[in-house]
């Protein structure tokens, strides 16, 4: 029987507990900038298959597979060595898979080659031998492009290399501390520009910064980067960076813009007169270990290059314009056609049921249900992009897309639990990068339908050029109004504290995730928890009263070891969250 702190470690090899936790693992594959041949994509293609046939492309350019049993793993880890995919990392407290523009290379547009930059980053930090890097307070993602489109996402990145042209000579703006989950945050300009060949010496820099103070590591839900430049501010953070350096960064007036909004979906001319690449939408990322297989042999036989984009989708490169025709043929009848709208092309779905450990719905159904009846209503939804998770940790991006829609429980009167969606409006990318309000919660699937359709209605009306320039026009008021279909929305506000169960912790408490409790204190509100759910206060507490050391208990994202324990006062509208450590 292998202990469950061993298990914890298997993160850094990129394996996570399916739920419920017990019997099979999520088994993540490292794919830096989404890059994978089609000798790699054959050894996946017949691992997901033995795996039950299934396989996920994520936001983060990697490759999921499930059903993985821990017997399993020693001949995995042997295949995918051999393969040359075992890069340690893919999870935990590291550096993520870096992430880059998913035709780097192909495109025409590309400002200038990032090959030796992302090379050198990824040979880096895939290697165990750097192990401060591997010990990192929280995990750190970095993403690295010249992509004029951001296809990237470098606004929502831990660190962010932004390709930009200066008096002709090619380099990177740095951006800092952005982020998602609870608590989203934009990444901050520190308006420096770098030659391509520092930008290791910077990445380190910054990581040192971060992971060598001891207050990043005191409270775990307030360890990642963004925090400490929320502290420090961008300038603080810059004048902070700049003493590590061996040189000094010329100053950047106006950091790199998006040009237009684009994912590389379709037929694109390369750089290379006579050569194309094809971006196939993957309908909420979901794939069989048989398509990766037909696909493999055809890029195989083709001699075409595979990526893996941010949106969840898979793109062919090189194809001759000669054989375009049969490569399109081709891979429709693998099941990924071009023929379908942008939104559902490049709308995005997280892990969730019922797989991961802290969601509470199936993001993936749940989006392929509501874009049905979205389109089945009004047609073509034009550039509308919509980004659905099964919990607050945003891995499809629910507080930057145009539509976010974030699962969430409804409770009965009766005690019977249904899930039900928040929905998060006037997010954006790029030029309209911003963070999203919550203006709608706990409505059922099928109002939330109801509500999208008549906002989208009301949206073509309005003439404006961006779903974002319309919804950040108006009041929640407003808002909820058009939602209803102009009727007037009484919004009742919760009162007391927010509760919140993460991951396995939600079986402690019916199923729920979030629940509201009136207490003074922490102490008070366990005592509360445990007249709603007999059998709570044993599992967070020791016999003596104090909370075990497999519970972190925080309040407003500090650790209560670090406040007063149990007697940590609380006050309306405070959020107290219970984490397995």
């Known amino acids: 029987e292998v202990p469950e702190e061993d298990l914890v470690r298997l993160q850094w090899y990129g394996l996570y507990h399916d739920k419920p936790r017990i019997g099979t693992f999520v088994l993540r594959i490292k794919l830096p900038g989404g890059r994978i041949t089609p000798e790699q ?33 020693p001949s995995v880890f042997e295949t995918l060595r051999g393969a040359g995919l075992f890069r340690p990392g893919p999870c935990g407290d590291t550096v993520r898979n870096i992430t880059s523009c998913a035709v780097a290379g192909l495109d025409r547009d590309e400002l200038f080659s990032i090959e030796g930059s992302l090379r050198e980053l990824t040979d880096f930090f895939s290697d165990p031998s750097h192990r401060d890097y591997f010990d990192l307070p929280r995990k750190f ?53 770098i030659p391509p060949d520092r930008v290791l010496e910077v990445a380190l820099a910054v990581l040192d910064l971060w992971r060598e103070d001891p207050e990043n590591r005191k409270s ?88 893996i984009s941010q949106r969840q989708n898979l793109i062919l490169g090189n194809v001759p314009e000669e054989r375009l025709e049969d490569t399109v043929d081709f891979m429709k009848k693998v099941g990924l056609s071009l023929n379908l709208s942008r939104t559902r092309a490049l709308s995005t779905a997280c892990t969730s049921d019922p797989f991961c450990n802290y969601s509470v719905g199936s993001a993936k159904e749940i989006l ?40 969430t429980h ?48 009301a949206y073509r009306k309005s003439g404006k050029e961006t779903i974002q320039e319309f919804v950040r026009e108006l009041s929640d008021e407003d808002l909820l109004r058009v939602m209803r279909g102009g009727e007037v929305v009484t919004v009742t506000e919760e009162k007391g504290v927010r509760v919140r169960m993460m991951g396995p ?4 408490t019916g199923g729920l995730s979030e629940l509201w409790v009136e207490a003074g204190t922490v102490r008070e509100l366990i005592d509360k928890l445990e007249v709603l759910y007999p059998g709570v206060k044993n599992r967070l507490l020791k016999e003596d009263g104090e909370i075990k050391s497999a519970i972190n208990v925080f309040v407003n994202e500090e650790d209560v070891k670090y406040l007063k324990g149990l007697d940590t006062e609380l006050k309306e509208g405070d959020e107290v969250q219970f984490i397995l450590a």
């Open 41 to 73: 994509l054959k050894v996946v293609g017949e691992l997901a298959r033995r795996f039950n046939n299934y396989a996920e492309l994520t936001s983060r350019q990697d490759i999921q597979l499930h059903y993985v049993r821990l017997e399993d793993v």
């Open 141 to 193: 993602k970095i993403s690295l492009s010249a992509c004029p489109y951001h296809c990237n996402h470098p606004e929502l990145h831990d660190l962010a290399f932004v390709g930009a042209l200066r008096e002709g000579r090619a380099g990177f703006a740095v951006w800092v501390g952005g982020g998602l989950s609870s608590t989203p945050r934009i990444a901050r300009p520190l308006g420096i520009f």
């Open 368 to 407: 392929t249900e509501i874009i049905d009846y979205l389109e089945g209503e009004l047609g073509d939804l034009g550039d509308v992009i919509i980004g659905c998770d099964g919990c607050p940790h945003a891995c499809a991006h629910h507080w930057l897309s145009d539509i976010g829609l974030q699962a």
């Open 220 to 307: 775990f839900v307030k360890a990642r980067i963004k925090y400490l430049v929320d502290r420090l501010g961008a300038e603080g953070f810059r004048e902070r960076l700049l003493e590590r350096l061996s040189f000094q960064p010329e100053p950047l007036e106006r950091e790199p813009e998006q040009i237009r909004r684009d994912f590389h979906e379709g037929v694109r001319p390369q750089k290379e007169e006579g050569l194309y690449y094809i971006g196939f939408p993957v309908p909420v990322g979901r794939l069989s270990g048989d398509q990766l297989l037909r696909i493999a042999d055809f890029a195989l036989e083709e001699n075409l290059e595979i990526r």
């Open 410 to 457: 409804i409770r009965h009167p009766d005690g019977s639990i249904e899930t039900g969606l928040n929905v998060i409006l006037g997010g954006g990318y790029g030029r309209l990068a911003g963070v999203g309000r919550i203006v709608l919660k706990r409505a059922t699937v099928e109002d939330t339908k109801v509500y999208l359709k008549n906002l989208l209605s």
């Open 505 to 508: 912790l939600t079986r402690l």
